[in-house]
């Protein structure tokens, strides 16, 4: 039972070091996307991202903090 139990913690351990770096990525792309809109805007007019990039920077933060919550972008 001791082996099945480090297993599980075992485990625990991989998903919160995977959440952490998917949430890492999230906040990447939302970086990407928001000077993207910034040079947009200064080339141009505002390509319209700022909803998208809430949303990244939303559930990056909410992936970091172990917050898990069930969230799709309406199309």
Do not use: H, P
């Amino acid at each position: 039972m001791a082996y099945k139990a480090e297993s599980f913690i075992s485990d625990l351990d991989k998903v919160a070091k995977a959440r952490q770096e998917f949430s890492g990525y999230l906040n990447a792309i939302a970086n990407t996307l928001t000077q993207v809109e910034q040079e947009g805007e200064t080339a141009s007019a505002k390509l319209g991202l700022e909803s998208a990039i809430e949303d990244l920077e939303l559930v990056s933060r909410n992936l970091g903090e172990s917050v898990f919550r069930c969230w799709c972008w309406a199309t």
